[in-house]
């Protein structure tokens, strides 16, 4: 799932001789608080309405404002998780998509990359959520997935992030097929794995709003 693959052609970009009045317009037509700035095909960075209103002159170039986050922005050849990345770390609804010459591709918006992100890790799908904490040392999915299988599951998808309460240790969060639990998590401690939390899922995500707390739930945000 490289970058490019999302980039959404509804969001224009303005030029720096374009009167902020009319990005305001573009932007309610759109609903979005933000629009890249771009100049002879090299992006300058973020606009935001807040900035124009600021300004407090509709007639004014847009030229006449700073963009901010010029950094806010991936190669096109990127995971879909670097623009997740990139979106935090400048807390931006859109990221910039450049080929590997610097040039201005387009925008992914936060809802299109948690979106495909979520797709990516059958956060949709039928099934459980089980959290465990080891020491990395003691990480195997390979074997981890073996125990798991011995009780006629599949492990959908996986996510490594670091536990919070002990720096020694990781958490491993594992997407299964199946809802029910109770065996699974008896075999994996019997194993000598700590579980720390689960949730089960009965239906498929029936909506966006699901799919997006859904996996926020699964990435521990």
């Known amino acids: 799932m490289q970058a490019y693959e999302f980039i959404n052609n509804l969001i224009p970009p303005l030029k720096l001789t374009d009167k902020t009045k009319m990005a305001l317009a573009w932007m309610e037509e759109i609903r979005t608080d933000v629009l890249p700035v771009v100049e002879q095909g090299k992006f300058l960075g973020l606009l935001r309405d807040e900035m124009i209103f600021d300004q407090n002159n509709p007639d004014e170039n847009v030229g ?3 963009p901010e986050a ?8 990127k995971h879909i998780y670097d623009v997740l990345k990139v979106s935090a770390e400048f807390q931006s609804n859109v990221v910039a998509v450049l080929d590997r010459e610097l040039a201005y591709l ?20 039928q099934g459980s959520v089980l959290i465990l904490s080891m020491n990395m040392t003691d990480y195997s999915l390979a074997e981890i997935c073996r125990i798991i299988e011995s009780e006629n599951t599949k492990v959908l998808s996986s996510f490594i992030s670091n536990d919070p309460l002990d720096d020694s240790k990781i958490k491993l969060t594992l997407k299964l097929d199946k809802p029910e639990l109770r065996h699974i998590k008896a075999t994996l401690e019997r194993f000598g794995f700590r579980i720390l939390d689960h ?8 909506s966006e709003e699901d799919r997006i707390g859904n996996l926020l739930r699964f990435l521990d945000i």
């Open 199 to 206: 949730y089960q899922e009965e239906t498929g995500v029936s």
């Open 70 to 77: 010029a950094n806010c922005w991936v190669f096109s050849d």
């Open 106 to 125: 387009g925008v992914v918006t936060m809802e299109d990359a948690i979106s495909a992100f979520a797709d990516s890790l059958s956060i949709q799908s």
């Open 64 to 66: 006449s404002l700073i």
